[in-house]
Structure formats: C-alpha cells, structure tokens
C-alpha cells in the first residue's frame, strides 16, 4: 500500500465496532463456537487462527488498532511526498504528508461502517478536485452510493472500483451511471429492501431481482424521504416487492405471500409443504422492515 503512496495519494479505512452497535448480535452469532476466544494482541505475541481473529470482534478492533498504528510509523519514516489518510476507531482520520502529521476534522465521523466512510471520503475530495479515483472495493455498499451520488451530484472525475479478486476487474462508475441512468434515483431503496448492512433480506430476492423490478417501472423514491407518509412508502415499497416475487396483481403482502405459497404448492410433487423462508413477508412484518 505504501509503495502506491510514491505517485499518488492513499485513503485507507477499517470497519469500526461500536458496543451500541445494530450488528452486534450477528458478529456475535458469526464469532460461533469462537466467541469466547478472546486474546490481548501485541506486535510480539503470535496471531491466533484466521478464524478467531476476523470472527471475534475484540480481536478484531485490537489488529486494525496494531495495523493502523504501524502504518502510521511506517508512513513517517518513509516521508513520503503524497499522503495518506488513515480511518481507524477514532471518528477523526490521520494524514500523514511529507513526514508530518495532521487530524482530518473535515473528515470526522462517527459511522462504524468502511463502506460509508468510503463514499463520504471519496465524494469529499472529488468535490476538492481529485481527477481520478480508484477504489479497491467489491462491495454493493459502496457500489449504490457510488452510482448515486455520483450522478446526484454531477461528478465529473473518474472513478473506478476495482474488485478484491484475483481478476482486478475495474468498475467505471461514470459509465455505469450513463447506462442506468433512469433508475439511480430509485436505487438506494432497491439496495435496502433487498438487504443492506443495517436491513434484513427476503431470502432469494437479489440484486437482480431488484434492478430487473425498478427496469419494470417500479420507484421507491420517497422511501428514505423523511416528509414521506409512510402509508405511501409502504404502498411504494410493496408495489415493488411484489414485482420481485413476480405478482403485479396485489398490493397487500399477506396477499402476495399466500399467492406465491400457492404457487409453490402447485409445482411441488410432494405434499411436504415448502419451506416457510421462502416466501414473502407478511404486510405487519414488511411495513416494520420498510420503517
């Protein structure tokens, strides 16, 4: 990373782990029988196994905290001529130029996720001039914001994302925008209602699904509008779930779902009954998850 900084400018941003946290009980779950595997990590003690480390989120805070220290020093001795900015648990970002060291307060932020982070890192220097962005990042997080705002807010510079993969395809987000141009505005509620970080999924409803419904002529742009009745968001919102399940007939969910339940009953040459996960919330449950 510290090699790139000899030509170009670097942002790099960890995740955050806040104890009050909506994702604290799914990190716990996803820690699984490592949960109580918790260690005192130093630069001289020896890391524990991949899976204790990146499972376990007080391991994890201690690494990106050992990490972001290290390239600290490490961007210091090197003095190098362009900077780089460092996000770790601390809501202001470190840059680091020429051997000097400075808080980022036009920066600050207290949001946990790197995806977030990113996008508000990004938009901020393009709005500074930044002629070419290069993000490395796979993530739809980062992607749908990316294609948002980008068009939003008539960004001009280049920005790519280039995946994680040992493919390293590059994403235009320019030329994206130009080519889904008339479903951007929708887009944001068609990423959460299809499962974000902070928003549960309908399980088999993705990204696909998503895009070939607002393509249909489907919008969602007052969900997320904060003037927005939310009978209207609710009625917005199932019009386009019941698109993705594919029933444009209803405008009830607890319609949509004995629909699609009988729809499955009718395919199956068993008489076991197909399971409950597989079919579409009931309008009490979806009116709770669109809120």
């Known amino acids: 990373m510290l090699e790139k900084n000899g030509f170009t400018d670097v942002y790099l941003v960890f995740d955050r ?3 009050y946290s909506i994702k604290s009980g799914t990190r716990l779950a996803r820690a699984g ?8 990590l130093s630069l001289t003690t020896p890391l524990p196994p ?11 805070v201690q690494l990106t ?26 809501p202001t970002p470190i840059e680091i130029s020429k051997g000097m060291q400075r808080d980022r307060i036009d920066m600050w932020t207290t949001h946990e996720e790197a995806d977030v982070i990113i996008v508000q890192q990004v938009v901020k220097i393009a709005n ?9 990042c796979d993530d739809t997080g980062v992607f749908v914001p990316f294609m948002y705002f980008y068009r939003t807010l008539g960004l001009s510079c280049v920005l790519t994302m280039e995946s994680t993969g040992s493919e390293r395809t590059l994403i235009d987000i320019g030329a994206s925008v130009e080519k889904h141009r008339a479903i951007i505005p929708d887009l944001p509620g068609a990423h959460a209602l299809t499962g974000s970080d902070t928003v549960a999924y309908c399980f088999g409803i993705g990204k696909a699904r998503a895009i ?12 997320g509008e904060i003037n927005s009745h939310t009978d209207d968001v609710v009625k917005e919102a199932t019009s386009f779930m019941a698109d993705c399940y594919g029933n444009t007939k209803r405008d009830n969910m607890s ?12 395919r199956r ?3 076991a009954a197909p399971e409950l996960k597989i079919l579409p919330l009931t309008s009490e449950a979806f009116e709770l998850n669109v809120q």
Do not use: P
């Open 50 to 60: 991949q899976k204790v480390a990146l499972t376990v989120t007080e391991n994890k």
């Open 33 to 40: 029988q490592f949960a109580s595997r918790r260690h005192k």
């Open 65 to 90: 905290e050992l990490i972001c220290q290290q390239l600290v020093v490490a961007s210091q001795d090197k003095a190098l001529g362009h900077k780089v900015v460092i996000t770790g648990k601390e």
């Open 212 to 223: 070939k419904a607002l393509n249909s002529g489907n919008h969602l742009q007052a969900l």
């Open 128 to 136: 500074e001039g930044a002629k070419i962005i290069r993000v490395t």
């Open 269 to 271: 040459k068993v008489t």
């Open 17 to 19: 782990y806040h104890d």
């Open 255 to 266: 319609d949509i779902r004995v629909d699609v339940w009988s729809a499955k009953m009718a």
